[in-house]
Every structure is written in structure tokens, then in C-alpha cells.
């Protein structure tokens, strides 16, 4: 064996043991509620619908990986048709583990239709040392759809004292209404991630940060939520343009930032789904 063709098979190797997984759902109103249209799985991504009794229905991902890590590929779409409720969330908080060399991929596609109504409230990313993330979160809103979205990302677990010495973040947000872009946000972390929160002008030390959106958002809804950030542990702001309200936090404290995403998403999210408060 040479050792190009040495280099070949361990790639494909690696390539072939890697986890993939997908997901695709859309819902429709029936009868008065929300229902599934059609559900596709695939790879180690399964989703289940425990709770559709109301005009809301819940939606719940699980990785049967138990996890994620370099060079697997996921990815998520949900549709929402007119006038659809619904909810989206994880069975538990995903966890990113060290990548040697090829980052693990995840895309996030959102549609929401005419009335319709999305809660996307997945549960924390947890990023190990040396992990490498390239995730792609991009949303679709009719004029008159609502949308609120939750994402939150936990740098190390601190039960274990771990830091991230080393990653590689990427995290590119767009979202559209009526086909105008609304929102544009790429994150890149990179090289010493702890290092880098650390700065003042950057994170002061922080090992979680959490973005909410809320669209439609207006000035309202901004100022009824700065009486509320005031009281939060975690450094939080808020601000409205473009007809959507983002709320950021960042905290030292990972434990500290759920318990705030948790009143603050009690505000101006509605009920919260039962794994989100086992």
C-alpha cells in the first residue's frame, strides 16, 4: 500500500463512520389544530409530536447519536402552512465533541407561511475543546407569519471544569420576510475560544450566550423587556429594527443564562415545552 492510497482509505474510513442526519416537517390546520402534513427521517435524526391536543402542536428532535461531532452532517426543515402553530424543541441539550480536522456541518431551515405562527426553542449547544462548528440557520416569513426563535450556546461544561482552549465556531443567521433580507449575523470564533470571550469587548469572561428573536417586534415590546433584562444575572440587551426584536444575553454562568432565558422566554414566548422545564 502506498502511502497516498493509505491516506485515501482512512478518509473514506473516517467519511463513512460519520453520522448523518435529517429532518423534514411540515404541518397544516385541521379541525382547529395543527397537524402533521409530512414527516421525513433520516440517519440518526428522529422527530416525535407528544403533545398536539391544542391549536399548538410541540415537536421534539432527538439525536440518536448522542450527539455530534467532526465531519457529521445534520439538518432540519419545518414548514408551517397558513394559519399553523408551532412548537420546536430538543430532547435534550446537543452536545458539539472535538473535530480532528473536518467541522461537523448543521443546517437549520425555517418556513412560515400566511398566519402561521413558529416557536423554534431547541435547547442549549454545548461545544467541547476543540470542537468545530459550521452551522447555517436561514427562515422564510410570510408578511403576516410570527416568528420566535432561541438559540444558546454553552462553551465547556463547567461541572467538569472544561474551557475551550481551542475551536472553531461558525454561526450564519438570515432571515427573510416576504423575500427581503431582515436580518444578517455571521459569528466566527476561532483559535482560543475561552481567550477570546474573555476580552471585555468581546465577552468579559463569558461561557454562554443566547440569542432570542422575535418578529414580528416592535418598540413596545423592546421597552417592556428592558424593565425585565434589568433584574437578569446575565449582561442582556435589546433592541427592535426591520419589524423584529432581538434580545442578547451573555453570561459567566451557564446555569445562570438558562434560568434567564427561562423568564425572559415566559414573557414573550408563551407556555414553555415540558422538557425545557423538567
Known amino acids: ?13 473516517f467519511a463513512n463512520n460519520r453520522a448523518r442526519g435529517h429532518i423534514a416537517v ?5 379541525d382547529g389544530r395543527t397537524r402533521r402534513r409530512q414527516v421525513e427521517e ?7 409530536f407528544p403533545n398536539t391536543d391544542g391549536i399548538e402542536s410541540e415537536a421534539v428532535i432527538v439525536n440518536t447519536a448522542g450527539g455530534v461531532a467532526g465531519g457529521d452532517d445534520f439538518s432540519v426543515s419545518i414548514a408551517a402552512s397558513d394559519n399553523a402553530r408551532l412548537a420546536v424543541t430538543t430532547a435534550a441539550a446537543e ?5 480532528i480536522d473536518t467541522p461537523a456541518r448543521m443546517n ?9 405562527a413558529l416557536r423554534w426553542l431547541p435547547q442549549e449547544t454545548i461545544l467541547f475543546d476543540e470542537t468545530r462548528l459550521h452551522r447555517d440557520i436561514s427562515v422564510d416569513l410570510d408578511d403576516t407569519a410570527s416568528l420566535l426563535m432561541v438559540e444558546a450556546v454553552i462553551f465547556g461544561r463547567a461541572a467538569m471544569n472544561e474551557t475551550v482552549r481551542s475551536g472553531e465556531l461558525v454561526d450564519r443567521w438570515r432571515i427573510r420576510r416576504n423575500g427581503r433580507l431582515v436580518f444578517a449575523e455571521t459569528l466566527k470564533l ?13 465577552g468579559k469572561g463569558a461561557v454562554a450566550l443566547a440569542t432570542i428573536i422575535m418578529a414580528p417586534g416592535h418598540d413596545s ?5 428592558r424593565a425585565l433584562i434589568e433584574d437578569l444575572s446575565s449582561e442582556a440587551g435589546v433592541s427592535a429594527w426591520n419589524d423584529i426584536a432581538v434580545i442578547r444575553l451573555c453570561s459567566v454562568d ?17 407556555a414553555l415545552p415540558r422538557l425545557w422545564t423538567n
Open 26 to 30: 411540515s404541518v397544516t390546520v385541521s
Open 221 to 225: 415590546i423592546v421597552e417592556s423587556l
Open 95 to 99: 452536545k458539539i465533541y472535538r473535530a
Open 1 to 13: 500500500m502506498t502511502p497516498a492510497t493509505g491516506k485515501a482509505d482512512s478518509a473514506s474510513i
Open 254 to 270: 451557564a446555569a445562570a443564562l438558562r434560568r434567564d432565558l427561562v423568564s425572559v422566554l415566559n414573557v414573550v414566548g408563551g
Open 42 to 48: 433520516s440517519g440518526s435524526y428522529r422527530i416525535r
Open 108 to 116: 437549520v431551515s425555517l418556513s412560515v407561511a400566511s398566519g402561521a
Open 190 to 202: 476561532d483559535g482560543d475560544v475561552s481567550a477570546l470571550l474573555a476580552r471585555p469587548a468581546t
